[in-house]
T-cell receptor
Framework: AQRVTQPEKLLSVFKGAPVELKCNYS??????LFWYVQYSRQRLQLLLR??SRESIKGFTADLNKGETSFHLKKPFAQEEDSAMYYC??????????????FGKGTHLIIQP | ETGVTQSPTHLIKTRGQQVTLRCSSQ?????VSWYQQALGQGPQFIFQ???????GRGNFPPRFSGLQFPNYSSELNVNALELDDSALYLC????????????FGEGSRLTVL
């Protein structure tokens, strides 16, 4: 069964410090991974997807198949990065793309 | 372009009752999926609809059912409510050929007493 693990429930860092939100997955096939973010009083929204290999709001995430990880990183944290972050893995069944398996989330707090 | 809207935002039911939650997809999206988010947990996939048919389902019992309408709006129905059904129910719309890129609504908070 596929699984997404975010080991940190809460991560607090100071403004300007580097940030790394950890995500590990378990999946037998070729994984497609995403990071979703929920800012205070806003809806859950897509931050980035690994196949795009893009940087969004200064965040990047690299898929490491050897370590089965997809950690989210930012070199210099900003106060507006404070939010709930979820790592997610695309599911596939016989009928094609299915839903997403989400981790439990990491609450990131950026202290001034 | 309107985003995903859900109704009602909050509701309270008692054990054994039935509930219907509604969702209006983002304009142009042909796929809708529903997620259950319990307190302190990540969203958990319930099912997905495309072309008015269920084409994917998570580990939820048959008392969770849904509908998708020709205008791509959707309903989630839950029968015989249990206390553990208390959660935030999220609707998400997307395009079938762009899996994983979901646009979420704000959710319907269900409390079962």
């Amino acid at each position: 069964a596929q699984r997404v693990t975010q080991p940190e429930k809460l991560l607090s860092v100071f403004k300007g410090a580097p940030v790394e939100l950890k995500c590990n997955y378990s999946y037998s096939g070729s994984p497609e991974l995403f990071w979703y973010v929920q800012y205070s009083r806003q809806r859950l929204q897509l931050l980035l997807r690994h196949i795009s290999r893009e940087s969004i709001k200064g965040f990047t995430a690299d898929l490491n198949k050897g370590e089965t990880s997809f950690h989210l990183k930012k070199p210099f944290a900003q106060e507006e990065d404070s939010a709930m972050y979820y790592c997610a893995l695309q599911q596939y069944s016989g009928g094609g793309a299915d839903g997403l398996t989400f981790g439990k989330g990491t609450h990131l707090i950026i202290q001034p | 372009e309107t985003g995903v809207t859900q109704s009602p935002t909050h509701l309270i039911k008692t054990r054994g009752q039935q509930v219907t939650l509604r969702c209006s997809s983002q304009s142009g999206h042909n796929t809708v999926s529903w997620y259950q988010q319990a307190l302190g947990q990540g969203p958990q996939f319930i099912f997905q609809y495309y072309r008015e048919e269920e084409n994917g389902r998570g580990n939820f019992p048959p008392r969770f059912s849904g509908l998708q309408f020709p205008n791509y709006s959707s309903e989630l129905n839950v029968n015989a409510l249990e206390l553990d059904d208390s959660a935030l129910y999220l609707c998400a719309s997307s395009l079938i050929y762009v899996p994983g890129e979901l646009f979420f609504g704000e959710g319907s908070r269900l409390t079962v007493l």
